[in-house]
């Protein structure tokens, strides 16, 4: 395993860098820091697999093995040559090289990953495969290229629970970004009069419970010489969940996505912490204790059907909101001001704005 520090870099989603650095800060990557697309912090091994087990907001965490200056594919070629890549790839594991390029002079992004893949298969004898579970990620930009091993694999909003889901869900990832955001820290009650398959109220249990967001997937950096089976059982066993003291509330009017909320809850092992109900807006009120905070990701026109009858749901949540829920906060996510604007509520400042599936959507916090 090397003992040199390196780069490691969290991809978030864009719009969530901010908070995916202060979630990072706050488990111990002390010296995280936001940049182009994503947050950075020197680091090992083992905190890529920390990283990977416990941040919420990560996209996925990417090794930064080496980088350096080349114009051309043949210098890229002879650069590639000297990098010790038994150090960090297997001889027997398949492995994928993908290229990116921006502004440099070596413009062919599949020239650029056949080269890299080509070095890799002659110098170390890794196969090379489309498939592949390991991704190896060239980057040239400006001329310089970054060479990264994906430790993550598949995505970690796939967090390994959720099979049902409805049309347009919001990711894991995104709603733990979204809920830090609103200041939620596992303290309160929430609640999601729209949840579809309950996305919100999982992930709000999860965070309460102390549950971490990796501990049943695999990872791509089981692959790799420096993984340690024995550590990396350890770290995952080092956590300690805790039991809340408070519930966290779904509700939607489709029967089909409640009992889609109600398996994804018991897969996640949290049922014992959230409750689903079929019930409509106009039935919506506050559940018994403290107040908490109210988030949802209401339909939009250009996410689903049109517009127009959306304006009355969107006056009727508002309605409700103000007449039955004093003391809590809203966050309401969406892609259309005109919607968020039709509840009537007094939003506090914008945050900046988040992609979503291709759409620029925001958060409309507000204090009842």
């Known amino acids: 395993?090397?003992?040199?520090?390196?780069?490691?870099?969290?991809?978030?989603?864009?719009?969530?860098?901010?908070?995916?650095?202060?979630?990072?800060?706050?488990?111990?990557?002390?010296?995280a820091k936001v940049t182009d697309g994503g947050v950075a912090f020197m680091?090992?091994?083992?905190?890529?697999?920390?990283?990977n087990l416990t941040l919420r907001g990560a996209t996925r965490v990417l090794a930064r093995l080496a980088s350096f200056r080349s114009v051309h594919l043949a210098k890229l070629d002879k650069s590639a040559r000297k990098l010790p890549w038994a150090n960090w790839l297997r001889p027997d594991m398949p492995i994928h090289v993908e290229a990116s390029c921006k502004r440099s002079r070596i413009y062919h992004d599949k020239?650029?990953?056949?080269?890299?893949?080509?070095?890799?298969?002659?110098?170390l004898g890794a196969p090379i495969s489309e498939t592949a579970d390991l991704r190896i990620m060239v980057r040239i930009?400006?001329?310089?290229?970054?060479?990264?091993?994906?430790?993550?694999g598949a995505s970690l909003h796939k967090r390994g629970f959720k099979e049902a889901v409805n049309k347009a869900p919001m990711r894991e990832t995104m709603a733990a970004m979204f809920l830090a955001q609103c200041g939620?820290?596992?303290?309160?009650?929430?609640?999601?009069?729209?949840?579809?398959s309950g996305t919100f109220p999982i992930e709000a249990a999860e965070i309460a419970a102390g549950l971490l967001p990796g501990r049943e997937r695999p990872f791509a950096f089981e692959l790799l010489p420096s993984y340690d089976a024995?550590?990396?059982?350890?770290?995952?066993?080092?956590?300690t969940p805790q039991v809340p003291s408070i519930?966290?509330?779904?509700?939607?009017?489709?029967?089909?996505a409640i009992r889609m909320a109600a398996e994804n809850a018991a897969r996640s092992g949290v049922t014992a912490w959230t409750r689903f109900e079929q019930k409509s807006l106009q039935d919506l009120t506050p559940p018994e204790g403290p107040p908490g905070l109210v988030i949802l990701n209401p339909p939009y026109g250009s996410r689903i059907g049109s517009k127009g009858p959306l304006i009355a749901v969107h006056r009727t949540l508002g309605t409700v909101l103000k007449n039955r829920f004093g003391g809590w906060r809203v966050g309401i996510i969406t892609a259309d001001r005109q919607l968020a604007e039709a509840t009537g509520l007094r939003f506090e400042p914008m945050l900046p704005p988040v992609?979503?599936?291709?759409?620029?959507?925001?958060?409309?916090?507000?204090?009842?």
């Open 1 to 31: 395993m090397t003992a040199e520090p390196f780069e490691i870099y969290l991809v978030a989603t864009p719009g969530l860098e901010a908070p995916l650095c202060d979630e990072a800060r706050a488990a111990g990557f002390a010296d």
């Open 43 to 51: 680091g090992s091994w083992p905190d890529v697999w920390r990283a």
């Open 111 to 123: 020239a650029a990953a056949q080269r890299v893949a080509t070095t890799i298969a002659e110098t």
């Open 141 to 152: 930009e400006d001329d310089l290229v970054t060479i990264s091993v994906d430790t993550t």
């Open 184 to 196: 939620f820290t596992g303290t309160e009650p929430i609640l999601d009069p729209m949840c579809g």
């Open 230 to 239: 024995q550590a990396w059982a350890a770290l995952r066993a080092s956590a």
């Open 247 to 256: 519930l966290f509330y779904g509700s939607d009017r489709d029967p089909g």
């Open 355 to 368: 992609l979503h599936g291709g759409i620029r959507v925001a958060l409309y916090r507000a204090q009842l």
